[in-house]
């Protein structure tokens, strides 16, 4: 689904830091308007703590 469907745009991209994502992906992110948020260096939990939010919310 795309947000522009819904009349909504995203604000923020959290995502961690691996080199998969090159420069010029926060380039084009921040040329549509969203922020990108790294996650913190070696957080080992994060992806479960965020599975367990999202599951919450």
Request: aromatic share 8%.
């Amino acid at each position: 689904m795309d947000l522009e469907d819904d009349g909504r745009r995203a604000g923020f991209l959290i995502r961690d830091r691996d080199g998969k994502y090159p420069q010029v992906f926060g380039a084009i992110l921040a040329d549509a308007g969203t922020e990108t948020v790294l996650t913190g260096v070696r957080m080992l939990r994060m992806n479960a703590a965020m599975e367990r939010w999202v599951a919450t919310c």
